[in-house]
Every structure is written in structure tokens, then in C-alpha cells.
């Protein structure tokens, strides 16, 4: 055999590989694009998680192309600091990010986000719609992180004039657009809900899918014309409140058959500082303003549906998004995330929205479709963090693993996407901040919660709960079961200290 001969045989050979193990390399032609599709406030509520009154038919469908994560968790239930855990692959206690109104660059100017991270080692375009990083309370986004201008959408939306008292400024609109942030108790609340009968595109939503969809067109022939890639970032915001929705979407339900919260009262024996009553929710009317005031069943009936509908409305924006993928012919090459910032109690323990260090709150939706390495309609009960995503997805990609500066916590889930039975973690790590910090070790079975003052020591409380035997948190054992609050503090105390808060 000659040399040219050899040297040609030696060339195919690598090619096989790189295509066997799906795209390790780094050559130009062979980068994968990433869709991540960010979805505010989404609980596993849809139908491909057993949900049997969810209307969720292409996100029921993304996840049949892929593998679908059953335990996952987002690292802080607040939209903010869990889409800078997203976006850094770094823990809040260990960026010090804690807040809604945190900014990025002032705590760490150099950090370097998951976008960045592609468009430096990988010479991706970058680019970002709708709700991506937190914009509101003081906070402005980070332009930083993408090529091009983000394209910004609204979170707090309405069409109706009395949802508004008439077209006023309503607190959470004031929240989310930076204006009169001293002064939100002065201004009127805006409604909870309403259904209009409007086009899709009447709310954000749909306008960010119809925007998302020009970008892959134009991303398709810069792939197609100069060969680079993308890494496009696509933030829905419903069904964040307000449930903002066309009708068409809330007629989908019998509000009658919907599923009504089962245990309504906090964890017996849980310390005071773990339980919540009120917060965003009464921001809105017609809920009761008195944080600890009853709602109404109607009225809780009706915020169910609502995020049902939310739910809907989210997904057919989400599936004109697929259907484009499908039509350029781009998802062969194309990398699709969804991810829910954090999880959403619907009156379950007597709790609404999140901010909490529950189950309802923390666990999130994870599917991601990666060609060539995921089964299609796969699982994994692995437990998965938000953090992982970046290196997982740079591993995918064939960069580099994130080095930081900023502190990197994830783990990579590639061995799980390629067999769901593979384990690359054992357990799952969030925490949330209040009058004292907690922070969480969840494992397939329990899930502890150290509250600890912010000086570290002191009074500190636990709360234990074993899904096991009680997958509704009605009791804290930690009392009852000392060795397994002993054994998961152990995993606690390999955490380094947490940053204070401030960020
Ligand atoms: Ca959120």
C-alpha cells in the first residue's frame, strides 16, 4: 500500500470515529448548533412527564425525539440567580448571585458565560430572545454574553384594559421594565389572569417564536454560505404570572377535571424559616393581599387553570420553533435543550409560585435532543442539575470543558445521555436564600435542608423528607431520623463555604 493510499484510508478511518462518537472533535464543519429553548416558571407538568390533564403535544414530542430528564433541579428557585446557575455552570453560593436584582458583572466582570464559552472556542454566533437572563428589579440583562443585540420581550403582558384598571402601570410590569422600583406598593395590581380572544403572536410568546424562527432562517444560510454556527437562545415567558394567554388555550381544559392541590398545610414540625405564605402572588388581583388569607376554591381553580393554559400557549410557540428546525433541515445538526428555570408550587403545602426549598419549587423539566447521541424517546432518573448543562453541552459540542474564571459545579451528563442508566452524580445540590440560608442535598430518595444563619453558626435547623414514604413533604423527620441527617450533612459539608449575600 502506498503512502497517499494509507494517509486516505488513516482520513476516512477518523472520520468514522468522529461521527461514532458523536462529535469529540473540534473541526468547523462538524460543530452541532444548540437550540436552548428557556421556558419561565415550568413546572413537569407536561404530558411527556405522566401529567394526564397537560395539553403539551410538542414538548410531549421534543421529548420523543431525545431523552427526557426525570430528576432533575434547578440550583436557586428564583428566575435570576437560576439562569446565571444555567448560564455559569456555577452554584449561587459559590458566585454569591442570590438575588433578583443581582448583577452580573458587577460581582464577577470576567466571568465567562456558556455563550461566550461557544463563541470563543467554538466561533458561534450567538444570539438571545426573549426571556434569557433576568431582566427587571434592577437588572439589565448581560449584553456581554451574545454576538448580536438581545431581542427583549415583555414577561408581565396584558391585553385587556381591566386587567389594568385601565391601561395604569401595574407592580410587576414596574418590576420587570426597571421603572418606579421605590415605589411598587404605590401602584395598582395588576390581573392574575386573562383570555382573550387574540392571535398568538398578541403576547410575547409568540412573537419570540416567530422571531426565533427569521433567526434559524438566517442562520441556515450564514451555515449554509459561511459555515458557522449557532447557539441561539430562545426565553418564553409563559406561563410565568400574570397567566396571560388567548382563550383558545384556557378552552382546552374543563377547569372542573383539573388537579386541586392534596395537602395544603406546611410540613409538620418544619422550622418556621422554610415555609412561605404570600410573596408574588399577591401582587395580583383578585388574589387576597393578607399573606396569610385563604383563597377561594374558585379562585384557586382558576390560577390551575391558568397555568395549564400558560402551559399550552408556551408549548404550540415551542412547536412552530421545532417545525422550523424541521423545515430548514437543521435538526440533524442541532442540539435542542428545553429547561424550566425552576419548578412552581400550585397550592400544594398551601404554597403559590416558587422561592421556596421544596420539591414543587426545585424540580424542573430537562429534555434535550442531541443527534447522534441521545435515543429517541429515552429517560433517566439521573439527577441533574441546571449547572451541568454548560459543560455537558460544551462536551456535545466538542470545546473545551468551562474552566471559569468563575467557579464551575456542573458535571457533565454526555455518558447519561449516551445510556440513561449511567451515573455521573448522586445527588442533587440547590439552595435558597431567606432569614437564614438553606441549602439543599436532594438524593433519589430524601431530600435534606440545612437553615443556617449567615455568620455560619449557631442556630441551625433541618428539615428531612423521604419521598418514599412521603412524596407530599407532610412531615420533617429530621428528628426522627438522625443518621440520615447525619450522613447527607456529610455530603453538605464537602460544599465550600457559601459566598454572603449582597450580589
Ligand atoms: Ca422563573
Same mark, same amino acid.
Given at each position: 500500500?502506498?503512502?497517499?493510499?494509507?494517509?486516505?484510508?488513516?482520513?476516512?478511518?477518523?472520520?468514522?470515529?468522529?461521527?461514532?462518537?458523536?462529535?469529540?472533535?473540534?473541526?468547523?464543519?462538524?460543530?452541532?448548533?444548540?437550540?436552548?429553548?428557556?421556558?419561565?416558571?415550568?413546572?413537569?407538568?407536561?404530558?411527556?412527564?405522566?401529567?394526564?390533564?397537560?395539553?403539551?403535544?410538542?414538548?410531549?414530542?421534543?421529548?420523543?425525539?431525545?431523552?427526557?430528564?426525570?430528576?432533575?433541579?434547578?440550583?436557586?428557585?428564583?428566575?435570576?440567580?437560576?439562569?446565571?446557575?444555567?448560564?455559569?455552570?456555577?452554584?449561587?453560593?459559590?458566585?454569591?448571585?442570590?438575588?433578583?436584582?443581582?448583577?452580573?458583572?458587577?460581582?464577577?466582570?470576567?466571568?465567562?458565560?456558556?455563550?461566550?464559552?461557544?463563541?470563543?472556542?467554538?466561533?458561534?454566533?450567538?444570539?438571545?430572545?426573549?426571556?434569557?437572563?433576568?431582566?427587571?428589579?434592577?437588572?439589565?440583562?448581560?449584553?456581554?454574553?451574545?454576538?448580536?443585540?438581545?431581542?427583549?420581550?415583555?414577561?408581565?403582558?396584558?391585553?385587556?384594559?381591566?386587567?389594568?384598571?385601565?391601561?395604569?402601570?401595574?407592580?410587576?410590569?414596574? *418590576?420587570? $421594565?426597571?421603572?418606579?422600583?421605590?415605589?411598587?406598593?404605590?401602584?395598582?395590581?395588576?390581573?392574575?389572569?386573562?383570555?382573550?380572544?387574540?392571535?398568538?403572536?398578541?403576547?410575547?410568546?409568540?412573537?419570540?417564536?416567530?422571531?426565533?424562527?427569521?433567526?434559524?432562517?438566517?442562520?441556515?444560510?450564514?451555515?449554509?454560505?459561511?459555515?458557522?454556527? *449557532?447557539?441561539?437562545?430562545?426565553? *418564553?415567558?409563559?406561563?410565568?404570572?400574570?397567566?396571560?394567554?388567548?382563550?383558545?388555550?384556557?378552552?382546552?381544559?374543563?377547569?372542573?377535571?383539573?388537579?386541586?392541590?392534596?395537602?395544603?398545610?406546611?410540613?409538620?414540625?418544619?422550622?418556621?424559616?422554610?415555609?412561605?405564605?404570600?410573596?408574588?402572588?399577591?401582587?395580583?388581583?383578585?388574589? #387576597?393581599?393578607?399573606?396569610?388569607?385563604?383563597?377561594?376554591?374558585?379562585?384557586?381553580?382558576?390560577?390551575?387553570?391558568?397555568?395549564?393554559?400558560?402551559?399550552?400557549?408556551?408549548?404550540?410557540?415551542?412547536?412552530?420553533?421545532?417545525?422550523?428546525?424541521?423545515?430548514?433541515?437543521?435538526?440533524?445538526?442541532?442540539?435542542?435543550?428545553?429547561?424550566?428555570?425552576?419548578?412552581?408550587?400550585?397550592?400544594?403545602?398551601?404554597?403559590?409560585?416558587?422561592?421556596?426549598?421544596?420539591?414543587?419549587?426545585?424540580?424542573?423539566?430537562?429534555?434535550?435532543?442531541?443527534? %447522534?447521541?441521545?435515543?429517541?424517546?429515552?429517560? $433517566?432518573?439521573?439527577?441533574?442539575?441546571?449547572?451541568?448543562?454548560?459543560?455537558?453541552?460544551?462536551?456535545?459540542? %466538542?470545546?473545551?470543558? #468551562?474552566?471559569?474564571?468563575?467557579?464551575?459545579?456542573?458535571?457533565?451528563?454526555?455518558?447519561?445521555?449516551?445510556? %440513561?442508566?449511567?451515573?455521573?452524580?448522586?445527588?442533587?445540590?440547590?439552595?435558597?436564600?431567606?432569614?437564614?440560608?438553606?441549602?439543599?442535598?436532594?438524593?433519589?430518595?430524601?431530600?435534606?435542608?440545612?437553615?443556617?444563619?449567615?455568620?455560619?453558626?449557631?442556630?441551625?435547623?433541618?428539615?428531612?423528607?423521604?419521598?418514599?414514604?412521603?412524596?407530599?413533604?407532610?412531615?420533617?423527620?429530621?428528628?426522627?431520623?438522625?443518621?440520615?441527617?447525619?450522613?447527607?450533612?456529610?455530603?453538605?459539608?464537602?460544599?465550600?463555604?457559601?459566598?454572603?449575600?449582597?450580589?
Amino acid at each position: 500500500m502506498n503512502k497517499q493510499l494509507l494517509a486516505s484510508l488513516a482520513f476516512v478511518l477518523s472520520l468514522i470515529c468522529l461521527v461514532t462518537v458523536g462529535s469529540t472533535e473540534t473541526g468547523a464543519a462538524e460543530k452541532p448548533n444548540v437550540l436552548l429553548i428557556l421556558v419561565d416558571d415550568l413546572k413537569p407538568a407536561m404530558g411527556c412527564y405522566s401529567d394526564p390533564h397537560a395539553k403539551t403535544p410538542h414538548m410531549d414530542a421534543l421529548s420523543a425525539r431525545g431523552m427526557r430528564f426525570d430528576a432533575a433541579y434547578c440550583n436557586q428557585a428564583v428566575c435570576a440567580p437560576s439562569r446565571f446557575t444555567l448560564m455559569l455552570g456555577s452554584h449561587s453560593t459559590s458566585t454569591g448571585l442570590y438575588g433578583l436584582g443581582s448583577q452580573l458583572r458587577q460581582v464577577m466582570p470576567n466571568a465567562v458565560t456558556m455563550p461566550q464559552h461557544f463563541a470563543k472556542h467554538g466561533g458561534y454566533r450567538t444570539e438571545s430572545l426573549g426571556k434569557i437572563f433576568h431582566i427587571g428589579h434592577g437588572n439589565h440583562g448581560d449584553p456581554e454574553s451574545f454576538s448580536v443585540a438581545h431581542f427583549k420581550e415583555k414577561v408581565i403582558e396584558y391585553v385587556e384594559p381591566a386587567s389594568t384598571d385601565g391601561g395604569k402601570l401595574t407592580r410587576e410590569e414596574a *418590576f420587570f $421594565t426597571n421603572q418606579k422600583l421605590g415605589q411598587i406598593r404605590s401602584l395598582p395590581r395588576g390581573a392574575a389572569y386573562e383570555s382573550p380572544e387574540v392571535d398568538d403572536s398578541a403576547y410575547a410568546d409568540g412573537r419570540v417564536a416567530e422571531e426565533t424562527i427569521r433567526r434559524l432562517r438566517a442562520a441556515k444560510s450564514r451555515l449554509d454560505s459561511e459555515g458557522t454556527p *449557532f447557539f441561539i437562545a430562545a426565553g *418564553f415567558a409563559r406561563p410565568h404570572l400574570p397567566f396571560s394567554a388567548p382563550k383558545k388555550y384556557w378552552d382546552l381544559y374543563d377547569p372542573q377535571t383539573l388537579p386541586m392541590p392534596q395537602h395544603e398545610q406546611l410540613p409538620k414540625d418544619a422550622p418556621p424559616v422554610a415555609g412561605k405564605r404570600g410573596g408574588e402572588i399577591t401582587n395580583y388581583k383578585p388574589v #387576597p393581599e393578607k399573606a396569610n388569607a385563604e383563597f377561594s376554591e374558585e379562585l384557586k381553580r382558576d390560577l390551575i387553570h391558568g397555568y395549564y393554559a400558560s402551559m399550552s400557549y408556551v408549548d404550540a410557540q415551542i412547536g412552530k420553533v421545532i417545525d422550523e428546525l424541521d423545515r430548514s433541515s437543521l435538526a440533524d445538526n442541532t442540539i435542542v435543550v428545553l429547561w424550566g428555570d425552576h419548578g412552581f408550587h400550585l397550592g400544594d403545602l398551601g404554597i403559590w409560585t416558587k422561592h421556596t426549598n421544596y420539591e414543587q419549587a426545585n424540580r424542573i423539566p430537562i429534555l434535550i435532543v442531541a443527534p %447522534g447521541v441521545t435515543a429517541a424517546g429515552s429517560s $433517566t432518573k439521573q439527577l441533574a442539575e441546571s449547572v451541568d448543562l454548560f459543560p455537558t453541552l460544551a462536551e456535545l459540542a %466538542g470545546l473545551p470543558a #468551562p474552566q471559569g474564571p468563575q467557579s464551575v459545579d456542573g458535571v457533565s451528563l454526555v455518558p447519561v445521555l449516551q445510556d %440513561g442508566s449511567a451515573r455521573v452524580r448522586d445527588h442533587a445540590f440547590h439552595a435558597y436564600p431567606k432569614r437564614k440560608l438553606g441549602r439543599a442535598i436532594r438524593t433519589d430518595r430524601y431530600r435534606l435542608v440545612q437553615w443556617m444563619p449567615y455568620d455560619g453558626g449557631g442556630d441551625i435547623a433541618y428539615e428531612l423528607y423521604d419521598y418514599e414514604a412521603d412524596p407530599l413533604e407532610r412531615e420533617n423527620l429530621a428528628a426522627r431520623h438522625p443518621e440520615v441527617v447525619e450522613r447527607l450533612s456529610k455530603i453538605l459539608q464537602t460544599y465550600p463555604a457559601p459566598m454572603k449575600r449582597g450580589g
